[in-house]
């Protein structure tokens, strides 16, 4: 994601060796039993009252989301006795290898983060718990306020998301929009860019090249237009050019098709033929994240998980949409992380509970928007949050529009698994650095994709309950 703080979008605390993921009761009843009825139910109370009921809830983040995320488990603690809750946190490069031993080693956290992609996955091999009831009848919280489109991507009936039962709920919406440096424009009297209006691809071209420039007179560049990473920013030139990885039915990939390498050449471009990026050895000294936070480049995409950082930003910055392709239409996409309840949990209604505190309750979510990691899931607040132009960036309506409007899923996202998804990025350097066209890369790399797009469809349809 390019904010390294948010995609690796996609965190300080290690795994305690020895620590018990799973969730346990660690103390029973102490009244013993008496002769008298009287003397039994009032053992009986006593045992109720006194258990101990330890659950563990496994994330990954940052230190702003750890702070956020102990305070709501501390409320929830307070209104739950008895009821003590682990929190772990692990790095994001990290997080998947640790819950991928969790669920091999059957010790999977009571509470756990997991993208959309797994849903179907982990609903089908039975490590996640039907959560509807509880959230259903959860008394704090309107299911009607809550994004639909967050919602959606957890609900699985069997055979298609997006409906059915709820197998966990969105810890947050990430909307990936375009920022730029304000401050950069107004040193070089170049008009700010159009919020409501994206640039053509050529005006984009353009206005990067009169902002890469050398500054010091030393004969060496050190201000670009933009360096974005292949992995999460080329899906919006894709996307806005009329083209995608998937067809229509999601079991053909698409990449063939000639507005797909049109698109994925505009993007090398930028750097081969247009010189508005870091060059490969540029880019190895000091990557464009790093750039980006020093104001050396113009353009970069934001998550709403940037925001913490990019309160010290030394420059004042601002979001657009992406420019558009032959379609005119800018495009992006809109992320998740689900927050689900192991199906081997020995308390599932305090943990789907705290579920929803985490993800839906009006005191969790201004946790979680005060430490400027998301947007509320709460659409209410939401309004209010975007509306207040006195924070930054002063354009949130952007991360609204992206939710509400043009934002889409991950392609991943719609198929059992992503390998084939991830393979065409494994192989897209060559393209990027100039020695291979996108035309004959979309060429060669389609039947590949198409051979483990094959294979996933297979394997759901044999774990497909």
């Given at each position: ?14 795994l ?73 946190m ?39 718990l ?21 919602i ?7 055979k298609?998301?997006g409906?059915?039962?709820?197998y ?81 039915t ?5 990449i ?5 390498a ?42 709403p ?18 420019p ?13 992380l ?39 899931n ?88």
């Open positions: 994601m390019v904010g390294k703080k948010g995609l690796l979008s996609t965190l300080s605390l290690s305690i060796v020895g620590t018990t993921l799973v969730g346990c009761s660690s103390s029973k009843g102490v009244g013993k039993t008496e002769a008298t009825a009287t003397s039994a139910a009032t053992a009986a109370s006593s045992s109720q009252s006194t258990e101990k009921k330890e659950m563990a809830f496994m994330f990954r983040g940052g230190p702003d989301e750890e702070k956020a995320y102990k305070k709501i488990v501390e409320k929830y603690e307070g209104s739950h006795p008895g009821v003590t809750v682990k929190v772990i692990t790095t994001a490069d990290q997080y998947a290898t640790k819950l991928k031993a969790a669920i091999t080693g059957k010790s999977v956290p009571d509470v756990f983060y997991y993208g959309p992609g797994d849903l179907r996955a982990y609903v089908n091999s039975g490590i996640l039907d959560i509807t009831k509880y959230v259903e009848s959860y008394k704090d919280v309107d299911i009607k306020n809550i994004w639909p489109t967050g959606n991507l957890y609900r699985y009936d069997g298609q998301v409906q059915g039962n709820i966990g709920m969105p810890k947050d919406l990430g909307p990936f929009a375009l920022g730029y440096n304000k401050t950069m424009f107004q040193k070089a009297g170049i008009p700010l860019p159009d919020k409501n209006k994206p640039y053509t691809w050529d005006e984009f071209i353009k206005v990067n090249q009169q902002l890469t420039k050398d500054t010091n007179g030393d004969g060496k560049l050190d201000q670009w237009g933009t360096g974005f990473n292949v992995n999460w920013s080329l899906q919006s030139f894709v996307w806005s050019n009329g083209a995608d990885w998937l067809d229509s999601k079991t053909k990939v698409a063939d098709d000639p507005k797909f049109e698109a994925l050449q505009y993007f090398a471009d930028m750097q081969n033929k247009y010189k508005i990026t870091p060059s490969i050895a540029e880019a190895q000294t000091l990557d464009t994240y790093q750039r980006w936070m020093k104001g050396q480049m113009a353009f970069f995409p934001v998550g998980w940037d925001m913490s950082t990019y309160e010290k930003l030394p420059f004042e910055y601002d979001l657009i949409p992406y558009a392709g032959s379609t005119g239409k800018t495009a992006t996409w809109l992320g998740s689900g927050i689900g309840v192991s199906s081997k949990t020995k308390y599932p209604q305090e943990a789907a509970e705290l579920v929803m505190a985490l993800t839906a309750s009006k005191e969790g979510m201004k946790e979680l928007v005060d430490a400027k990691v998301q947007i509320p709460l659409m209410d607040m939401a309004k209010d949050w975007a509306a207040d132009t006195s924070t930054k960036p002063a354009n949130k309506q952007e991360f609204m529009k992206i939710v509400q409007d043009y934002g889409r899923g991950l392609p991943g996202n719609y198929t059992y698994n992503e390998e084939w998804y991830q393979l065409f990025f494994t192989d897209i350097q060559p393209v990027m650095d100039g020695k291979v066209t996108a035309a004959d890369y979309v060429k060669q790399e389609q039947p590949k994709m198409q051979k483990l797009l094959d294979k996933a469809i297979e394997q759901e349809k044999k774990t497909t309950k």
